[in-house]
Protein backbone atom coordinates (compact mmCIF):
# COMPACT_ATOMS: atom_id res chain seq x y z
CA UNK A 1 0.00 0.00 0.00
CA UNK A 2 3.01 2.26 0.64
CA UNK A 3 3.84 4.86 -1.70
CA UNK A 4 6.36 7.31 -2.12
CA UNK A 5 5.27 10.75 -0.06
CA UNK A 6 2.57 9.13 1.48
CA UNK A 7 2.75 7.61 5.39
CA UNK A 8 4.44 4.07 5.70
CA UNK A 9 1.75 0.89 5.11
CA UNK A 10 1.72 -1.41 7.77
CA UNK A 11 1.56 -1.19 11.50
CA UNK A 12 2.33 3.13 11.27
CA UNK A 13 4.79 5.41 11.76
CA UNK A 14 7.75 4.60 13.78
CA UNK A 15 6.04 0.65 13.84
CA UNK A 16 7.64 -2.52 12.96
CA UNK A 17 6.34 -3.65 9.60
CA UNK A 18 4.53 -7.23 9.95
CA UNK A 19 6.42 -10.03 9.73
CA UNK A 20 9.44 -9.04 10.31
CA UNK A 21 12.91 -9.78 13.07
CA UNK A 22 12.67 -8.72 15.79
CA UNK A 23 15.31 -6.06 17.05
CA UNK A 24 16.73 -7.15 20.17
CA UNK A 25 15.69 -3.75 22.33
CA UNK A 26 12.16 -4.20 21.74
CA UNK A 27 9.81 -5.00 24.78
CA UNK A 28 10.20 -8.79 26.29
CA UNK A 29 6.24 -8.82 25.97
CA UNK A 30 6.25 -7.07 22.51
CA UNK A 31 8.82 -9.40 21.67
CA UNK A 32 6.41 -12.84 22.83
CA UNK A 33 3.64 -11.61 20.82
CA UNK A 34 5.03 -10.85 18.17
CA UNK A 35 7.17 -13.95 17.65
CA UNK A 36 4.11 -15.83 18.39
CA UNK A 37 2.39 -17.48 15.48
CA UNK A 38 -1.07 -15.34 16.29
CA UNK A 39 -1.16 -11.74 14.63
CA UNK A 40 -1.19 -8.88 16.63
CA UNK A 41 -4.17 -7.70 17.62
CA UNK A 42 -5.27 -4.21 15.91
CA UNK A 43 -7.19 -1.67 17.68
CA UNK A 44 -8.06 1.77 16.60
CA UNK A 45 -9.52 4.48 18.47
CA UNK A 46 -11.52 7.35 17.11
CA UNK A 47 -10.47 11.17 18.70
CA UNK A 48 -7.79 12.24 20.74
CA UNK A 49 -8.66 13.61 23.74
CA UNK A 50 -8.73 12.29 27.21
CA UNK A 51 -10.93 9.39 26.46
CA UNK A 52 -9.03 8.19 23.19
CA UNK A 53 -5.71 8.54 24.59
CA UNK A 54 -6.73 7.20 28.06
CA UNK A 55 -8.36 4.25 26.37
CA UNK A 56 -5.04 3.29 24.49
CA UNK A 57 -2.79 3.85 26.89
CA UNK A 58 -4.81 1.46 29.10
CA UNK A 59 -5.05 -1.32 26.52
CA UNK A 60 -1.18 -0.89 25.77
CA UNK A 61 -0.32 -0.76 29.34
CA UNK A 62 -2.15 -4.54 29.65
CA UNK A 63 -1.70 -5.92 26.41
CA UNK A 64 2.12 -6.60 25.54
CA UNK A 65 1.26 -7.35 21.98
CA UNK A 66 -1.81 -5.41 21.09
CA UNK A 67 -1.51 -1.99 18.58
CA UNK A 68 -2.98 0.81 18.58
CA UNK A 69 -4.01 3.34 16.22
CA UNK A 70 -5.64 6.76 16.93
CA UNK A 71 -7.62 8.86 14.47
CA UNK A 72 -8.13 12.51 14.96
CA UNK A 73 -10.46 15.04 12.99
CA UNK A 74 -8.23 18.05 13.16
CA UNK A 75 -4.53 17.66 12.45
CA UNK A 76 -3.49 18.72 16.47
CA UNK A 77 -4.56 16.48 19.50
CA UNK A 78 -5.93 16.72 22.90
CA UNK A 79 -9.48 17.53 22.22
CA UNK A 80 -10.64 19.70 24.71
CA UNK A 81 -7.31 19.62 26.80
CA UNK A 82 -5.98 22.23 23.97
CA UNK A 83 -9.67 23.53 22.97
CA UNK A 84 -11.71 23.39 25.96
CA UNK A 85 -9.52 23.92 29.26
CA UNK A 86 -8.86 27.50 30.25
CA UNK A 87 -6.13 28.95 28.93
CA UNK A 88 -5.76 30.15 32.83
CA UNK A 89 -5.59 26.80 33.98
CA UNK A 90 -2.58 25.43 32.35
CA UNK A 91 -1.50 23.12 35.45
CA UNK A 92 -4.59 20.87 34.02
CA UNK A 93 -2.54 20.97 30.92
CA UNK A 94 -0.21 18.88 31.85
CA UNK A 95 -1.95 15.81 31.30
CA UNK A 96 -0.53 16.01 27.52
CA UNK A 97 2.57 14.62 29.10
CA UNK A 98 1.59 11.48 29.85
CA UNK A 99 -0.56 11.31 25.86
CA UNK A 100 2.89 12.49 24.31
CA UNK A 101 4.54 9.10 26.06
CA UNK A 102 1.50 6.98 25.12
CA UNK A 103 1.76 8.23 21.26
CA UNK A 104 5.36 7.93 21.15
CA UNK A 105 5.20 4.08 22.32
CA UNK A 106 6.04 1.85 19.47
CA UNK A 107 2.97 0.02 19.98
CA UNK A 108 0.89 3.16 19.05
CA UNK A 109 -0.03 5.52 16.16
CA UNK A 110 -1.59 8.86 15.68
CA UNK A 111 -3.38 9.90 11.92
CA UNK A 112 -4.75 13.55 12.62
CA UNK A 113 -6.29 15.50 10.05
CA UNK A 114 -9.19 11.98 9.16
CA UNK A 115 -12.57 12.93 9.78
CA UNK A 116 -14.28 9.39 10.57
CA UNK A 117 -17.34 9.16 9.19
CA UNK A 118 -16.44 11.14 6.30
CA UNK A 119 -13.11 10.27 5.43
CA UNK A 120 -13.07 7.17 5.99
CA UNK A 121 -16.66 4.84 7.77
CA UNK A 122 -17.03 3.05 11.13
CA UNK A 123 -17.33 -0.32 8.73
CA UNK A 124 -14.71 0.40 6.64
CA UNK A 125 -12.39 0.51 10.10
CA UNK A 126 -13.96 -1.95 11.38
CA UNK A 127 -12.60 -4.48 8.41
CA UNK A 128 -9.48 -3.39 9.05
CA UNK A 129 -9.43 -3.38 12.63
CA UNK A 130 -10.47 -6.26 15.62
CA UNK A 131 -11.51 -3.43 17.65
CA UNK A 132 -12.93 0.24 16.77
CA UNK A 133 -13.48 2.20 20.01
CA UNK A 134 -15.81 5.51 19.05
CA UNK A 135 -14.13 8.52 21.74
CA UNK A 136 -15.03 11.87 19.56
CA UNK A 137 -16.78 13.29 22.71
CA UNK A 138 -19.47 15.97 22.48
CA UNK A 139 -18.51 18.17 19.39
CA UNK A 140 -22.36 20.43 19.43
CA UNK A 141 -23.88 22.40 22.01
CA UNK A 142 -27.83 21.63 23.96
CA UNK A 143 -29.86 24.65 22.38
CA UNK A 144 -32.46 26.65 24.63
CA UNK A 145 -35.16 26.53 22.02
CA UNK A 146 -36.66 30.04 22.45
CA UNK A 147 -37.30 32.90 20.14
CA UNK A 148 -34.44 34.88 19.77
CA UNK A 149 -31.76 32.85 20.71
CA UNK A 150 -30.26 33.39 16.88
CA UNK A 151 -30.18 36.87 17.19
CA UNK A 152 -26.53 38.40 16.77
CA UNK A 153 -24.89 38.60 20.01
CA UNK A 154 -25.98 35.33 21.13
CA UNK A 155 -23.45 32.62 21.54
CA UNK A 156 -23.25 29.41 22.62
CA UNK A 157 -20.46 28.73 25.28
CA UNK A 158 -18.85 25.70 23.40
CA UNK A 159 -18.53 28.07 20.22
CA UNK A 160 -16.94 31.62 22.19
CA UNK A 161 -14.94 28.64 24.26
CA UNK A 162 -13.75 27.89 20.96
CA UNK A 163 -12.80 31.31 19.83
CA UNK A 164 -10.80 32.46 22.83
CA UNK A 165 -8.93 28.92 23.12
CA UNK A 166 -8.36 29.03 19.12
CA UNK A 167 -10.73 26.10 17.68
CA UNK A 168 -10.12 26.47 13.74
CA UNK A 169 -13.76 26.30 13.44
CA UNK A 170 -14.75 29.05 15.79
CA UNK A 171 -12.20 31.91 14.83
CA UNK A 172 -14.81 33.95 12.92
CA UNK A 173 -16.70 34.42 16.15
CA UNK A 174 -15.47 37.85 16.51
CA UNK A 175 -17.53 38.35 19.42
CA UNK A 176 -19.00 42.07 19.99
CA UNK A 177 -17.97 43.19 23.69
CA UNK A 178 -18.69 47.07 23.05
CA UNK A 179 -20.95 46.53 25.90
CA UNK A 180 -21.32 46.89 29.45
CA UNK A 181 -23.03 43.92 30.99
CA UNK A 182 -23.20 40.26 29.72
CA UNK A 183 -25.73 37.49 30.80
CA UNK A 184 -24.01 33.76 30.98
CA UNK A 185 -26.92 31.08 31.33
CA UNK A 186 -26.23 28.51 33.30
CA UNK A 187 -24.46 27.48 36.52
CA UNK A 188 -21.89 25.02 35.61
CA UNK A 189 -18.02 25.45 35.12
CA UNK A 190 -17.68 26.44 31.69
CA UNK A 191 -20.05 29.24 32.40
CA UNK A 192 -17.48 30.10 35.10
CA UNK A 193 -14.66 29.50 33.01
CA UNK A 194 -15.94 32.20 30.88
CA UNK A 195 -17.15 35.04 33.48
CA UNK A 196 -13.20 34.39 34.29
CA UNK A 197 -12.01 34.97 31.27
CA UNK A 198 -14.27 37.90 30.54
CA UNK A 199 -13.48 39.49 33.56
CA UNK A 200 -9.86 38.41 34.01
CA UNK A 201 -7.16 42.03 34.14
CA UNK A 202 -5.30 41.26 30.77
CA UNK A 203 -1.72 40.95 32.08
CA UNK A 204 -3.50 37.98 34.05
CA UNK A 205 -4.24 36.67 30.48
CA UNK A 206 -1.04 37.47 28.17
CA UNK A 207 0.93 35.29 30.38
CA UNK A 208 -1.49 32.15 29.05
CA UNK A 209 -2.22 30.62 25.58
CA UNK A 210 -5.22 32.26 24.77
CA UNK A 211 -4.90 33.28 21.68
CA UNK A 212 -3.29 36.87 20.29
CA UNK A 213 -6.47 37.71 18.43
CA UNK A 214 -9.09 37.04 21.42
CA UNK A 215 -6.54 39.26 23.46
CA UNK A 216 -6.94 41.91 20.94
CA UNK A 217 -10.33 42.00 21.84
CA UNK A 218 -10.78 41.37 25.01
CA UNK A 219 -8.15 44.26 25.53
CA UNK A 220 -10.75 46.76 23.50
CA UNK A 221 -13.63 44.86 26.15
CA UNK A 222 -16.00 47.42 27.87
CA UNK A 223 -17.76 44.72 29.88
CA UNK A 224 -17.95 45.33 33.79
CA UNK A 225 -20.77 43.19 34.52
CA UNK A 226 -21.05 39.56 34.60
CA UNK A 227 -24.57 37.67 35.32
CA UNK A 228 -24.63 33.99 35.43
CA UNK A 229 -28.58 32.62 35.54
CA UNK A 230 -29.69 29.38 36.75
CA UNK A 231 -33.33 27.76 36.55
CA UNK A 232 -32.61 26.31 39.57
CA UNK A 233 -31.19 27.01 43.04
CA UNK A 234 -28.48 27.39 44.82
CA UNK A 235 -28.22 24.18 45.86
CA UNK A 236 -28.07 22.90 42.61
CA UNK A 237 -25.70 24.40 40.69
CA UNK A 238 -23.11 22.65 38.94
CA UNK A 239 -20.19 24.74 39.32
CA UNK A 240 -17.44 23.14 42.06
CA UNK A 241 -15.53 24.99 44.98
CA UNK A 242 -12.09 25.54 43.44
CA UNK A 243 -13.69 27.63 40.19
CA UNK A 244 -16.22 29.46 42.34
CA UNK A 245 -13.24 30.53 45.08
CA UNK A 246 -10.93 31.58 41.70
CA UNK A 247 -14.40 33.96 41.17
CA UNK A 248 -14.51 35.42 44.48
CA UNK A 249 -10.77 36.42 44.37
CA UNK A 250 -10.34 37.50 40.70
CA UNK A 251 -8.57 40.93 41.37
CA UNK A 252 -10.50 43.69 39.92
CA UNK A 253 -13.75 42.69 40.58
CA UNK A 254 -16.40 42.09 43.32
CA UNK A 255 -19.34 39.37 43.43
CA UNK A 256 -22.83 40.43 43.62
CA UNK A 257 -24.82 37.98 45.65
CA UNK A 258 -27.90 38.15 47.30
CA UNK A 259 -28.07 37.11 50.81
CA UNK A 260 -31.88 36.67 50.19
CA UNK A 261 -31.34 33.99 48.08
CA UNK A 262 -29.34 32.03 50.72
CA UNK A 263 -31.81 32.44 53.50
CA UNK A 264 -32.38 29.00 55.53
CA UNK A 265 -29.38 27.42 53.51
CA UNK A 266 -26.98 26.52 55.87
CA UNK A 267 -29.32 24.72 58.18
CA UNK A 268 -30.69 22.98 54.92
CA UNK A 269 -27.11 21.83 54.25
CA UNK A 270 -26.03 20.54 57.45
CA UNK A 271 -26.15 16.95 56.35
CA UNK A 272 -25.71 17.33 52.50
CA UNK A 273 -22.57 15.39 51.20
CA UNK A 274 -19.35 17.34 52.23
CA UNK A 275 -18.33 19.00 48.33
CA UNK A 276 -21.74 20.54 48.22
CA UNK A 277 -22.20 21.81 51.70
CA UNK A 278 -18.69 23.73 51.57
CA UNK A 279 -19.50 24.98 48.17
CA UNK A 280 -23.03 26.18 49.68
CA UNK A 281 -21.25 27.86 52.74
CA UNK A 282 -19.00 29.76 50.62
CA UNK A 283 -21.38 31.24 48.76
CA UNK A 284 -23.69 32.68 51.55
CA UNK A 285 -20.24 34.04 53.35
CA UNK A 286 -19.22 35.48 50.15
CA UNK A 287 -23.30 37.17 50.51
CA UNK A 288 -22.68 38.24 53.75
CA UNK A 289 -19.27 39.56 54.00
CA UNK A 290 -19.30 43.03 53.27
CA UNK A 291 -16.56 44.83 52.05
CA UNK A 292 -13.48 46.08 53.68
CA UNK A 293 -14.50 49.60 52.53
CA UNK A 294 -17.68 49.66 53.93
CA UNK A 295 -16.94 48.06 57.11
CA UNK A 296 -14.71 51.19 57.47
CA UNK A 297 -17.48 53.47 56.35
CA UNK A 298 -19.92 51.32 58.78
CA UNK A 299 -17.62 51.68 61.76
CA UNK A 300 -17.54 55.30 61.27
CA UNK A 301 -21.29 55.75 60.99
CA UNK A 302 -21.45 56.99 57.07
CA UNK A 303 -23.87 56.20 55.05
CA UNK A 304 -22.53 54.21 52.70
CA UNK A 305 -22.80 51.41 54.80
CA UNK A 306 -26.74 51.42 54.84
CA UNK A 307 -26.50 51.60 50.26
CA UNK A 308 -24.15 48.27 50.67
CA UNK A 309 -26.41 46.47 53.27
CA UNK A 310 -29.64 47.82 50.80
CA UNK A 311 -28.35 46.15 47.87
CA UNK A 312 -26.20 43.09 47.60
CA UNK A 313 -23.46 42.15 49.70
CA UNK A 314 -19.99 42.24 47.73
CA UNK A 315 -16.01 41.60 48.21
CA UNK A 316 -13.67 44.61 46.52
CA UNK A 317 -16.64 47.29 46.72
CA UNK A 318 -13.73 49.69 44.75
CA UNK A 319 -13.69 46.85 41.86
CA UNK A 320 -14.10 48.34 38.79
CA UNK A 321 -15.84 45.03 37.20
CA UNK A 322 -18.39 42.99 39.37
CA UNK A 323 -20.08 39.33 38.99
CA UNK A 324 -22.98 37.87 40.86
CA UNK A 325 -25.62 34.92 40.54
CA UNK A 326 -28.95 35.22 39.59
CA UNK A 327 -31.31 32.04 40.33
CA UNK A 328 -34.36 30.21 39.90
CA UNK A 329 -34.73 32.16 36.44
CA UNK A 330 -35.46 30.29 33.49
CA UNK A 331 -34.80 32.04 30.01
CA UNK A 332 -37.91 32.65 27.75
CA UNK A 333 -37.10 35.09 24.95
CA UNK A 334 -34.07 36.65 23.88
CA UNK A 335 -35.12 40.26 23.19
CA UNK A 336 -33.60 42.29 20.64
CA UNK A 337 -32.09 45.59 20.59
CA UNK A 338 -34.17 48.55 18.63
CA UNK A 339 -31.79 47.98 15.50
CA UNK A 340 -32.11 44.19 15.88
CA UNK A 341 -28.44 44.12 16.04
CA UNK A 342 -27.61 42.60 19.25
CA UNK A 343 -29.88 41.20 22.36
CA UNK A 344 -31.23 44.31 24.91
CA UNK A 345 -31.60 42.03 27.58
CA UNK A 346 -33.65 38.04 28.23
CA UNK A 347 -36.98 37.52 29.52
CA UNK A 348 -36.91 34.69 32.30
CA UNK A 349 -39.39 32.89 33.53
CA UNK A 350 -39.25 33.05 37.74
CA UNK A 351 -39.18 29.40 38.75
CA UNK A 352 -40.03 27.56 41.90
CA UNK A 353 -38.75 24.35 42.91
CA UNK A 354 -40.24 21.06 43.29
CA UNK A 355 -38.79 18.73 45.13
CA UNK A 356 -35.24 18.73 46.94
CA UNK A 357 -31.34 18.42 46.07
CA UNK A 358 -29.91 17.42 43.36
CA UNK A 359 -33.83 16.36 41.64
CA UNK A 360 -35.54 19.12 42.61
CA UNK A 361 -37.09 20.56 39.44
CA UNK A 362 -37.72 24.42 38.07
CA UNK A 363 -41.65 24.76 37.86
CA UNK A 364 -42.17 28.21 35.83
CA UNK A 365 -44.47 30.61 38.80
CA UNK A 366 -45.74 32.62 35.79
CA UNK A 367 -44.32 35.51 36.83
CA UNK A 368 -41.69 36.73 34.40
CA UNK A 369 -39.07 39.57 34.42
CA UNK A 370 -36.68 41.00 31.90
CA UNK A 371 -32.22 41.20 32.65
CA UNK A 372 -30.64 43.30 30.46
CA UNK A 373 -27.56 42.36 28.37
CA UNK A 374 -25.61 43.44 24.99
CA UNK A 375 -24.40 39.90 25.15
CA UNK A 376 -26.08 36.61 25.48
CA UNK A 377 -23.54 33.31 26.28
CA UNK A 378 -25.96 30.26 26.16
CA UNK A 379 -23.65 27.63 28.54
CA UNK A 380 -26.26 24.85 29.61
CA UNK A 381 -24.07 22.44 28.43
CA UNK A 382 -22.53 20.17 25.45
CA UNK A 383 -23.76 17.52 22.57
CA UNK A 384 -22.70 14.80 21.07
CA UNK A 385 -24.01 13.57 17.81
CA UNK A 386 -24.44 10.67 15.95
CA UNK A 387 -20.86 9.84 13.50
CA UNK A 388 -22.14 7.14 11.10
CA UNK A 389 -25.47 5.07 10.03
CA UNK A 390 -23.96 2.43 11.02
CA UNK A 391 -23.55 3.43 14.91
CA UNK A 392 -26.48 3.27 16.88
CA UNK A 393 -27.23 6.62 18.44
CA UNK A 394 -29.49 7.86 21.11
CA UNK A 395 -30.43 11.07 20.44
CA UNK A 396 -32.79 11.75 23.01
CA UNK A 397 -29.72 11.48 25.78
CA UNK A 398 -27.48 11.65 23.24
CA UNK A 399 -24.82 9.36 23.69
CA UNK A 400 -23.98 5.86 21.70
CA UNK A 401 -25.60 3.12 23.71
CA UNK A 402 -23.52 1.16 25.73
CA UNK A 403 -22.94 -1.22 28.24
CA UNK A 404 -19.33 -0.82 29.58
CA UNK A 405 -17.90 0.61 26.88
CA UNK A 406 -19.77 -2.27 24.37
CA UNK A 407 -21.57 -0.91 21.70
CA UNK A 408 -25.13 -2.75 22.28
CA UNK A 409 -25.57 -5.01 19.12
CA UNK A 410 -22.84 -4.18 17.01
CA UNK A 411 -20.02 -6.49 18.44
CA UNK A 412 -16.45 -4.96 18.09
CA UNK A 413 -17.56 -1.67 18.48
CA UNK A 414 -16.87 0.25 21.66
CA UNK A 415 -17.20 3.71 23.28
CA UNK A 416 -15.94 5.76 26.15
CA UNK A 417 -15.93 9.17 27.28
CA UNK A 418 -18.31 12.05 26.56
CA UNK A 419 -20.31 9.90 23.71
CA UNK A 420 -20.56 6.83 25.93
CA UNK A 421 -21.65 8.49 29.09
CA UNK A 422 -22.65 12.42 27.89
CA UNK A 423 -20.95 15.83 28.61
CA UNK A 424 -20.66 16.05 31.99
CA UNK A 425 -17.14 14.75 34.06
CA UNK A 426 -14.26 16.30 34.88
CA UNK A 427 -10.60 14.57 32.93
CA UNK A 428 -10.54 12.33 35.64
CA UNK A 429 -13.84 11.00 35.57
CA UNK A 430 -13.51 10.45 32.04
CA UNK A 431 -10.00 8.61 32.64
CA UNK A 432 -11.57 6.41 34.81
CA UNK A 433 -14.65 5.37 31.94
CA UNK A 434 -12.01 4.78 29.09
CA UNK A 435 -10.00 2.42 31.58
CA UNK A 436 -13.57 1.08 32.31
CA UNK A 437 -14.10 0.71 28.13
CA UNK A 438 -10.27 -0.19 28.18
CA UNK A 439 -11.04 -3.20 30.32
CA UNK A 440 -14.04 -4.49 28.32
CA UNK A 441 -11.68 -4.57 24.88
CA UNK A 442 -9.26 -6.66 26.90
CA UNK A 443 -11.95 -8.51 27.68
CA UNK A 444 -13.10 -9.55 24.82
CA UNK A 445 -9.75 -10.15 23.12
CA UNK A 446 -8.42 -12.88 25.97
CA UNK A 447 -11.98 -14.11 26.43
CA UNK A 448 -12.00 -14.76 22.24
CA UNK A 449 -15.06 -12.49 21.81
CA UNK A 450 -13.10 -10.95 19.38
CA UNK A 451 -11.62 -13.35 16.81
CA UNK A 452 -8.14 -12.59 16.86
CA UNK A 453 -7.08 -15.49 14.44
CA UNK A 454 -7.63 -13.45 11.58
CA UNK A 455 -5.03 -11.00 11.18
CA UNK A 456 -6.53 -7.24 10.34
CA UNK A 457 -4.09 -4.70 8.18
CA UNK A 458 -5.03 -1.59 10.45
CA UNK A 459 -4.14 1.72 8.82
CA UNK A 460 -2.39 -0.76 5.46
CA UNK A 461 -6.06 -0.25 4.80
CA UNK A 462 -7.13 2.50 6.04
CA UNK A 463 -4.07 4.24 4.39
CA UNK A 464 -5.52 3.01 0.99
CA UNK A 465 -8.49 4.32 1.14
CA UNK A 466 -7.57 7.61 2.48
CA UNK A 467 -5.74 8.07 -0.27
CA UNK A 468 -7.96 6.92 -2.69
CA UNK A 469 -10.25 10.12 -1.35
CA UNK A 470 -7.57 12.59 -1.21
CA UNK A 471 -7.17 12.56 2.38
CA UNK A 472 -3.21 12.88 3.91
CA UNK A 473 -2.78 12.02 7.82
CA UNK A 474 -0.63 13.86 10.08
CA UNK A 475 1.70 11.55 12.46
CA UNK A 476 2.37 12.23 15.70
CA UNK A 477 6.02 13.56 14.72
CA UNK A 478 4.28 16.40 12.17
CA UNK A 479 2.11 17.65 15.31
CA UNK A 480 5.21 17.95 17.09
CA UNK A 481 7.08 20.09 14.44
CA UNK A 482 3.59 22.54 14.80
CA UNK A 483 3.94 22.09 18.49
CA UNK A 484 7.45 23.10 18.31
CA UNK A 485 6.07 25.96 16.29
CA UNK A 486 3.75 27.62 18.30
CA UNK A 487 6.20 26.64 21.03
CA UNK A 488 8.34 29.19 19.08
CA UNK A 489 5.93 31.64 18.47
CA UNK A 490 4.79 32.69 21.85
CA UNK A 491 8.29 32.55 23.56
CA UNK A 492 8.58 36.11 21.76
CA UNK A 493 4.94 36.70 23.39
CA UNK A 494 6.13 35.72 27.04
CA UNK A 495 3.31 32.76 26.19
CA UNK A 496 3.36 29.50 26.33
CA UNK A 497 2.72 28.90 23.00
CA UNK A 498 0.41 30.68 20.45
CA UNK A 499 -1.61 28.40 18.89
CA UNK A 500 -2.07 28.08 15.16
CA UNK A 501 -5.66 28.53 14.34
CA UNK A 502 -5.78 27.74 10.80
CA UNK A 503 -5.64 23.98 9.58
CA UNK A 504 -3.90 25.13 6.21
CA UNK A 505 -1.54 26.79 8.14
CA UNK A 506 -1.01 23.51 10.21
CA UNK A 507 -0.47 21.67 7.32
CA UNK A 508 1.99 23.95 5.49
CA UNK A 509 4.25 24.21 8.88
CA UNK A 510 4.75 20.26 8.28
CA UNK A 511 5.15 20.15 4.24
CA UNK A 512 1.81 18.95 2.93
C1 LIG B 1 -14.88 24.36 28.20
C2 LIG B 1 -14.46 23.14 28.99
C3 LIG B 1 -13.47 23.26 29.97
C4 LIG B 1 -13.09 22.14 30.70
N1 LIG B 1 -12.15 22.30 31.68
C5 LIG B 1 -11.79 21.25 32.42
C6 LIG B 1 -10.82 21.41 33.46
O1 LIG B 1 -10.33 22.52 33.71
N2 LIG B 1 -10.47 20.30 34.17
C7 LIG B 1 -11.00 19.06 33.91
O2 LIG B 1 -10.62 18.08 34.57
N3 LIG B 1 -11.93 18.88 32.93
C8 LIG B 1 -12.33 19.95 32.20
N4 LIG B 1 -13.27 19.79 31.22
C9 LIG B 1 -13.82 18.43 30.97
C10 LIG B 1 -12.91 17.61 30.02
O3 LIG B 1 -12.47 18.44 28.98
C11 LIG B 1 -13.66 16.37 29.50
O4 LIG B 1 -13.90 15.50 30.59
C12 LIG B 1 -12.89 15.59 28.44
O5 LIG B 1 -12.26 16.41 27.51
C13 LIG B 1 -13.81 14.63 27.65
O6 LIG B 1 -12.98 13.86 26.84
P1 LIG B 1 -13.40 13.20 25.45
O7 LIG B 1 -12.16 12.56 24.92
O8 LIG B 1 -14.61 12.38 25.64
O9 LIG B 1 -13.83 14.41 24.50
P2 LIG B 1 -12.93 15.50 23.77
O10 LIG B 1 -11.92 16.07 24.68
O11 LIG B 1 -13.88 16.46 23.15
O12 LIG B 1 -12.16 14.71 22.59
C14 LIG B 1 -12.82 14.25 21.46
C15 LIG B 1 -11.86 14.27 20.27
O13 LIG B 1 -12.48 13.61 19.16
C16 LIG B 1 -12.20 14.34 17.97
N5 LIG B 1 -13.23 14.03 16.97
C17 LIG B 1 -14.51 14.47 16.94
N6 LIG B 1 -15.16 13.99 15.87
C18 LIG B 1 -14.27 13.22 15.19
C19 LIG B 1 -14.35 12.47 13.99
N7 LIG B 1 -15.49 12.41 13.28
N8 LIG B 1 -13.26 11.82 13.57
C20 LIG B 1 -12.10 11.87 14.28
N9 LIG B 1 -11.97 12.58 15.44
C21 LIG B 1 -13.05 13.24 15.88
C22 LIG B 1 -12.25 15.79 18.43
O14 LIG B 1 -11.61 16.66 17.53
C23 LIG B 1 -11.53 15.68 19.78
O15 LIG B 1 -10.13 15.82 19.62
C24 LIG B 1 -13.69 20.88 30.46
C25 LIG B 1 -14.67 20.76 29.48
C26 LIG B 1 -15.06 21.89 28.76
C27 LIG B 1 -16.14 21.76 27.71
N1 LIG C 1 -12.46 23.68 35.97
C1 LIG C 1 -13.04 22.53 35.70
O1 LIG C 1 -12.80 21.52 36.34
C2 LIG C 1 -14.04 22.47 34.58
C3 LIG C 1 -14.18 23.54 33.72
C4 LIG C 1 -15.16 23.46 32.71
C5 LIG C 1 -15.92 22.31 32.60
N2 LIG C 1 -15.73 21.29 33.44
C6 LIG C 1 -16.60 20.11 33.41
O2 LIG C 1 -17.14 19.89 32.13
C7 LIG C 1 -18.48 19.41 32.24
C8 LIG C 1 -19.43 20.25 31.41
O3 LIG C 1 -19.60 21.55 32.01
P1 LIG C 1 -20.83 22.49 31.60
O4 LIG C 1 -20.73 23.70 32.42
O5 LIG C 1 -20.90 22.60 30.12
O6 LIG C 1 -22.12 21.60 31.96
P2 LIG C 1 -22.89 21.30 33.33
O7 LIG C 1 -21.97 21.15 34.47
O8 LIG C 1 -23.79 20.17 33.01
O9 LIG C 1 -23.79 22.63 33.59
C9 LIG C 1 -24.82 22.98 32.73
C10 LIG C 1 -25.68 24.07 33.34
O10 LIG C 1 -26.67 24.43 32.38
C11 LIG C 1 -27.95 24.38 32.98
N3 LIG C 1 -28.97 24.05 31.99
C12 LIG C 1 -29.06 22.92 31.23
N4 LIG C 1 -30.13 23.00 30.41
C13 LIG C 1 -30.73 24.19 30.67
C14 LIG C 1 -31.86 24.83 30.13
N5 LIG C 1 -32.60 24.27 29.17
N6 LIG C 1 -32.19 26.05 30.61
C15 LIG C 1 -31.46 26.62 31.58
N7 LIG C 1 -30.36 26.06 32.13
C16 LIG C 1 -30.00 24.86 31.67
C17 LIG C 1 -27.83 23.34 34.07
O11 LIG C 1 -28.85 23.56 35.00
P3 LIG C 1 -29.66 22.33 35.64
O12 LIG C 1 -28.74 21.78 36.68
O13 LIG C 1 -30.87 22.96 36.17
O14 LIG C 1 -29.93 21.34 34.52
C18 LIG C 1 -26.42 23.66 34.60
O15 LIG C 1 -26.46 24.73 35.51
C19 LIG C 1 -18.83 19.43 33.71
O16 LIG C 1 -18.66 18.15 34.28
C20 LIG C 1 -17.81 20.38 34.29
O17 LIG C 1 -17.52 20.17 35.65
C21 LIG C 1 -14.80 21.34 34.45
Known amino acids: MAGAGRLRAGPGPGRLPWPHALPAALPAALRRWLSSPAPPPRVCVVGSGPAGFYTAQHILKHHGGALVDIY??????????????????????????SFTQTARSERCAYYGNVTVGRDVTVPELQRAYHAVVLSYGAEDNRVLGIPGENLPGVYSARAFVGWYNGLPENQDLKPDLSCETVLILGHGNVALDIARILLSPLQLLRKTDITDSSLAALACSKVKRVWLVGRRGPLQVAFTIKELREMINLPGTRAVLDPADFTGLESAVKDAPRPRKRLTELMIKTALEKPAEVQAAAAAGAAAAGAAAAGAAAAGAAAPREWGLKFQRSPQEVLPSADGRRPRGVRMALTRLEGSGDSARAVPTGDVEELECGLVLSSIGYRSLPLDPAVPFDSRRGVIPNSSGRVQGVPGLYCSGWVKRGPTGVIITTMNDSFDTAQSVLEDLQGGVLDVSLSREGFGLVESILHSRGVRPVSFSDWEKIDAAEVARGKAAGKPREKIVDPAEMLHIIGH
Open 72 to 97: EKLPVPFGLVRFGVAPDHPEVKNVIH
